[in-house]
């Protein structure tokens, strides 16, 4: 089966993650792709297949080389990794993907002009985040088996679910999947490499308030939803993901429900430095403080939970792995662009574990969006990335 193909079947699956299951994986979708993907790679000639209860898929390609000769030294068991789910930003059901040229779009970039690109009717994502780089994985594997003149050592690949939900390297068993090191197929536009992220927090305030009828709520009444307001109004108002880029962090309010009696506001901290990071959640429960001062003790709740940190601390003293990649995609006719992720990765938090993992593109673009666009010649390069990588891992 050949990439695109390939694409097209994967996102028949709908994937969509739901971090309000408590489940692993959180929706029976991932699950079912998981159960195809672990038949196909096997099909494919894939060894040590394995599926488990948490919808974690691990496989390898044997080694077929002779291994170092220096020292004895073997030839390091490298790892490619992408997840299966989608986001929950936009529907992943019943997904109507079509190849266009790129001028037949108008939300598609320019510097694509002319070429064939895989797009969605606009209803729901495209998927591309990440089963391109699923299909680049499984595609470069398939390709080394066809083609066993291509020396190589021993290459593990791993397929997780739930990443979107932060969840995707909460099962990940590193010391089975084997590797010294590993890749995310997972970027975004051609040539990205990326070994800097976001260091990430998830916070939820509960907000209590006192409803009493508006005809006698005369210093009686607490509504919880104005109260909430006055929480958000008290950040930097333009420490926001539309008004940050590069290394600059932010507070991300994604979630309010509530009611008089009760909200609940959901945001998200990112930023690059450690110390910053720290000090934005110190100042989220300052915040708080302030408000129980003013309403009395109790009237707000604030629970943080770390999430990941930023890789760039266990890449540094790894970085032949970077200048692999990066020499890689030189060879594949790819101008590396080095740049950090305002975003995570399952990589962040496998690094963190003892699997140095960077991100490599895998090719799509406005990932979590209805307007999500996958560029073939983009995904197509990313395949060639894989192998100039397993060629020179020697």
């Known amino acids: 089966m050949n990439i695109v193909d390939r694409f097209l079947k994967y996102v028949s699956f709908c994937t969509t993650s739901d971090e309000n299951t408590g489940m692993t994986p959180s929706t029976p979708g991932q699950m079912e792709f998981a159960r195809y993907l672990a038949q196909e790679l096997k099909e494919i000639g894939l060894t040590e297949v394995s599926l488990d209860s948490n919808g974690y898929i691990m496989a390898t390609l044997e080694a077929n080389g002779e291994g170092r000769k220096v020292?004895?030294?073997?030839?390091?068991?490298?790892?490619?990794?992408?997840?299966?789910?989608?986001?929950?930003?936009?529907?992943?059901?019943?997904?109507?993907?079509?190849?266009?040229?790129?001028?037949?779009?108008?939300?598609?970039?320019?510097?694509?002009?002319?070429?064939?690109?895989?797009?969605?009717?606009?209803?729901?994502?495209?998927?591309?985040?990440?089963?391109?780089?699923?299909?680049?994985?499984?595609?470069a594997m398939e390709y080394l088996i066809q083609h066993p003149e291509i020396k190589h050592g021993k290459i593990r690949i791993g397929f997780t679910p739930d990443e979107e939900i932060g969840c995707g390297a909460d099962h990940f068993d590193v010391k089975k999947f084997g590797a010294e090191f590993a890749y995310t197929m997972d970027g975004g536009a051609v040539g990205e490499l990326e070994y800097e992220n976001f260091n990430a927090a998830a916070c939820k305030i509960k907000v209590h308030g006192l409803n009493v009828h508006p005809g006698t709520a005369y210093h009686k009444m607490r509504n919880?939803?104005?109260?909430?307001?006055?929480?958000?109004?008290?950040?930097?108002?333009?420490?926001?993901?539309?008004?940050?880029?590069?290394?600059?962090?932010?507070?991300?309010?994604?979630?309010?429900?509530?009611?008089?009696?009760?909200?609940?506001?959901?945001?998200?901290?990112?930023?690059?430095?450690?110390?910053?990071?720290?000090?934005?959640?110190?100042?989220?429960?300052?915040?708080?403080?302030?408000?129980?001062?003013?309403?009395?003790?109790?009237?707000a709740e604030i629970e943080i939970r770390d999430q990941y940190y930023n890789m760039r601390e266990k890449i540094e003293p790894v970085m032949h792995i970077i200048d692999l990649a990066e020499e890689a995609m030189k060879s594949a006719g790819v101008t590396p662009v080095v740049k950090p992720i305002r975003g995570g990765t399952d990589g962040a938090r496998l690094s963190f574990e003892g699997l140095p993992c960077p991100n490599i593109f895998a090719g799509g673009e406005n990932f979590h969006s209805r307007y999500e666009y996958l560029p073939i010649p983009s995904m197509e390069k990313a395949c060639q990335v894989i192998l100039e990588i397993v060629k020179r891992v020697k």
Not at 104 to 125: C, F, K, M, N, S
Not at 234 to 252: D, S
Not at 277 to 294: A, G, S
Request: glycine share 8%; no cysteine.
């Open 224 to 299: 919880s939803m104005r109260i909430a307001y006055q929480i958000a109004v008290m950040l930097p108002r333009f420490q926001t993901p539309e008004h940050t880029q590069g290394y600059e962090g932010f507070y991300h309010l994604i979630g309010m429900n509530g009611t008089v009696e009760e909200t609940t506001l959901s945001y998200i901290i990112r930023d690059h430095d450690r110390t910053q990071f720290e000090y934005r959640k110190r100042e989220l429960e300052h915040l708080v403080r302030k408000i129980n001062t003013e309403y009395g003790d109790g009237t």
């Open 71 to 139: 020292s004895g030294e073997s030839i390091p068991v490298i790892g490619f990794i992408a997840h299966m789910d989608t986001s929950p930003d936009a529907s992943g059901r019943n997904v109507k993907a079509s190849i266009v040229k790129a001028e037949e779009r108008d939300y598609i970039d320019p510097r694509y002009a002319g070429q064939d690109v895989i797009v969605t009717d606009t209803t729901t994502l495209l998927g591309a985040d990440d089963k391109a780089g699923i299909a680049e994985i499984v595609t």
